[in-house]
Each structure stands twice: as structure tokens, then as C-alpha cells.
């Protein structure tokens, strides 16, 4: 019981003023103690990980009939609560951090990411503006500096200029603030009345992310074109193609205010001709959005940097550091080119939030360039992540992943019975099954089997897209525990599973 005594007896009720015993929520040696037993229990967990069902195995509903139906009125031990966690929690939880996950995209943990969270959760500011807590402040702007060189990208997105850098939630938030600031900057310049005019550009491989973007911030669905990526083009989106749709609407009375290009689209990794976009967004003064939030990681890498060719004409670019940085959940990096727009389209100022700092504008209010107005202290983890592990390890990490994708490629090469449907770019392999010529669903049913007999197996988690038709298989590389003997041990699962579909029909 995280409980101390009160004044008088220690077993008197924990009442009012007489004795008792009283919640001290927060106790040096308590923390210390117990702090001490949750990373044991951490540790544990990481070091038996590849024993749990990589993709959980209950059914809907499962906890309702595990846990009590109200809260508890007396505290409980951390005993129980272990124990409540290993047999009730765990068998609920998808191990994302197993080295078997291949699943949609990586979400990384790490010792330094860890860390940063834990020191994060002691500290527990609410970082809304510079004076409640200065170094929240000025670290994400250092931190963020540091990434965008690290990146490369034009001086434009420095804190120095008149960009700069900011940590959202995900990558679904930071197009939105985006879109916002687009939005609110094309309403200056055409008439508020004109918001119905406005249209948004992205491609069919373009995140889901931009069209819940729209619906937030307003755009009629109408005005949401979504051009048919390219199969001949690797499923990257064809400038021509854009155009075309751009010179209807001008013909049309519409005003184009925005289009995504994507850098590691989720479905294929597919990377978007960035420089002629740009240079559309540029002639029709739309904002160009570049979505990195997956691939942007393998970019500090000499050679995948140029994958970001013609960020120079990008109003805004995000990458989740949470997703293959190995910096623990949420930490999404957005840098604009400049922060006025953001600022003027989110900015607030109650006079219970003024202080002499930001008025006088010798400070950066994060609460400006989000949606929330409080906001975690996420620059500790990136931070620490950066320190210690170092630039070379970071590209390291990176490398060896994409050489494991590009392992698993040439096995599934060896194997006549399957096809690699897209080239790989970075660490996602999208493969399938090839149907018998006599199959009406081509495949469809066949791998959608392939998939959820590997799943139900516990042994891995892999996921699925469509593409041009093709019901197709994605294996994603990036768990930070995964070995190449991970790779190859799937691998063999998946050609076992294939071997009894295919000897069943």
C-alpha cells in the first residue's frame, strides 16, 4: 500500500484528523523501492518477451470479465498488481517491441527512450508556454535544431530562421496544425467566404491522416482530390497526373491550397516525386506538406538523404521519431518553414496565461504551434537518445534493418511460389502468394489465410494492404530486438503455412 502513518495509530481508520493511515502519493523512499521493482518487472518482461503470442490472442470483451465492476474502495498491493498485470494484462497486449512484430510500421523502444520517459513522467510538467518550465522549452528547440541538420534540411526550418522545429503527438496532428495553417493562410488572401473553394491534393497511398485533416479543419469532401498513384512509378504519385487535376478546378473557380507528397507511404513505402510537386505547390502558392513519418528516420543515412530531394520547396515536413528512432511513444517532429502561419492560426493569449516573457516576444509558446494546450516534456527522450547512442550507432540501427528487409527479399526470391509485389525502397518487404491460375479472388482469400494462420500462430504479427487489386502481405523490419535469425524463423513459418493452403485446395 503506497500509504504512510498518520499521526496516531497506524491501524486507525484512514479518516480524518485522528491518526490513521493517510495516501502519500509521492514518497522519496517509496518511489525509490517500488521504482526499483517496476524496471525489474520491465526487464523481466523485455527478457522473456518471445515467449507471449506476438499478436494478442483474446477475445473482445475478454478484461470485463476478468477485472471487478467498480473501482476499489481499500488500496491494494504491488504483489497483487503484478500478478493482476501478468495473468489479466499481458495476454491483452500485441507485443509490438518482439522481435517477431513485422506488422504495419515499427514502434520503438529503447533503454535512452526509456529513460527520457521515465524522467519525463518524475519531472510531470505541463510545458504549455516558456515560464512553466524553461527548459522544456529550449531543449525541444535545440533538440529539433539538431535533428532538421542532421536531416539536412534547409536552413529555412532552423529555430534561427524564421522556421523551426516542434514535437507533436503523431504525425496525424502535425499535418493537421498544417492543413490549418494553410488553410487559414489561403482564407487571408482569397476571403473567409471562400473556404468551400479550397482543395486539398494527395495521392491514394497518401496516410488516412490527411483526409480526418480535412474533415477537422473544414474542407468540403468534394474538394479532396485523390489522384491514383502510379503502379509503373512504384505506387508514387504522378506529377502529370496532379496537374491535370489542378487545372480542372482553376477552370472550375476552386483555389488548390494544399497537397501532401509522402516519403515511405504506409501501404508500399512508396516516395513521392518531391521536386515536382514542389515546384506546383510553388506556382500555385499552395502549402507542400512532406509526410516522412516512417521513412524520414532512414534519411540521416548519407545514402537514403536523397529520398528528401526537394524538401527545399516544402512549407512543412514531419517524421515520427517513435516509430523507427528508437524514441518511445509519442514523439512526432514537425518544422515549418515559417512559424507565423502556425502561430497565427493557433495562437491564444487568456490573460491568465500572460507573463512578462511572452509578451515582450523573447520566448518560444509551443501552446502556439498545437492543438492542446498542454504539452509533455518529449524532448528529454529524444535527447537522451541522441546522446547515448550517437549519430553513427542511429544510422547503424537503421542500416541493419534495411539490410534484414532486404535478406527477407532475397529469401522470398528463392521461393517460386511467392512474388515481391513492389521493390523495396527501405526496411517493408509487400509480398504474396500466387494463386493458382483457377483462382476467381487472385489471391485474395489464399493470403488473407497465409496471414492469419502466421498470426494465430503467436510466433508472428504481419499485416496487409492492397494494391492495384492485389490483396498483398507486409513485412516491416524495425522491432529493436529483431535478429536475423527472426527473420529466417519467419520466413520458414510463412513457407509452411503456404505449403499447407496450397496443398489443401
Known sequence: MLLRDGAGSSNGGGGGGGGGEWLRPMDAEQLRECGHRMVDFVADYYKSIEAFPVLSQVQP???????????????????????????????????????????????????????????????????????????????EVIVLDWFAKMLKLPSQFLSTALGG?????????????????ARDRALRKHGKESLEKLVVYVSDQTHSAVQKACQIAGIFPENIRVIIADCNRNYAVAPEAVSEDLSRDLASGLIPVFICGTVGTTSSS?????PELGQIAKAHDMWFHIDAAYAGSACICPEYRHHLNGVEE????????????????????????????????????????????????????????????????????????????????????????????????????????????????FSLVCFRLLPPTSDRENGRKLNYDLMDGANSSGKIFISHTVLSGKFVLRFAVGAPLTEEQHVDAAWKLLQDEATKLLGSM
Open 270 to 274: 512508396a516516395v513521392d516525386p518531391l
Open 165 to 181: 522545429g516542434v514535437i507533436q503527438g503523431t504525425a496525424s496532428e502535425a499535418v493537421l496544425v498544417a492543413l490549418l495553417a
Open 314 to 425: 516544402a512549407d512543412s515536413f514531419n517524421m515520427n521519431a517513435h516509430k523507427w528512432f528508437l524514441t518511445n511513444f509519442d514523439c512526432s517532429l514537425l518544422w515549418v518553414k515559417d512559424r507565423s502561419f502556425l502561430i497565427q492560426s493557433l495562437s491564444t493569449n487568456p490573460e491568465f496565461l500572460k507573463n512578462k516573457a511572452s509578451q515582450a516576444n523573447s520566448v518560444v509558446d509551443f501552446k502556439d504551434w498545437q492543438i492542446p494546450l498542454g504539452r509533455r516534456f518529449r524532448s528529454l527522450k529524444l535527447w537522451m537518445v541522441l546522446r547515448l547512442y550517437g549519430v553513427e550507432n542511429l544510422q547503424s540501427y537503421i542500416r541493419k534493418h534495411i539490410h534484414l528487409a532486404e535478406h527477407f527479399e532475397h529469401l522470398l526470391s528463392s521461393d517460386s511460389r511467392f512474388e515481391v509485389v513492389t521493390p523495396r525502397t
Open 61 to 139: 470483451g475478454y478484461l470485463k470479465e476478468l477485472l471487478p465492476d467498480s473501482a476499489p474502495r481499500q488500496p491494494d498491493t504491488l504483489d497483487s498488481l503484478f500478478d493482476d498485470i501478468r495473468q489479466k494484462i499481458i495476454p491483452g497486449v500485441t507485443h509490438w517491441q518482439s522481435p517477431n512484430y513485422f506488422a504495419y510500421y515499427p514502434s520503438n523502444s529503447s533503454t535512452a527512450g526509456f529513460l527520457g520517459e521515465m524522467l519525463s513522467a518524475a519531472f510531470n510538467i505541463v510545458g504549455f508556454n516558456w515560464i512553466t518550465s524553461p527548459a522544456a522549452t529550449e531543449l
